[in-house]
């Protein structure tokens, strides 16, 4: 195996959306389980990285203090 692996084949168009991404992260967790546990841990870095980007950003409302 060379030092350069493709994990996700390059399309056109990949979809966006939270479900791709959530997709993407899946598809890294099970490619991790067929590597050594140091290589996993990137794969499972960059799992946590998809869901991240899956999940609605958190936003924050301030309210005004009455003083």
Do not use: H, N
């Not at 195996?1 to 994990?7: C, E």
């Not at 997709?23 to 099970?30: I, L, V």
Request: aromatic fraction near 6%; proline fraction near 7%; glycine fraction near 2%.
């Amino acid at each position: 195996m060379g030092q350069t692996a493709i994990l996700f084949p390059a399309v056109a168009k990949q979809p966006e959306g939270a479900k791709a991404w959530y997709e993407r992260a899946d598809r890294a967790r099970r490619i991790a389980l067929m590597l050594a546990p140091s290589d996993a841990a990137i794969l499972e870095a960059f799992a946590r990285e998809c869901e991240a980007k899956a999940s609605p950003p958190v936003v924050l409302r301030r309210r005004a203090i009455a003083a």
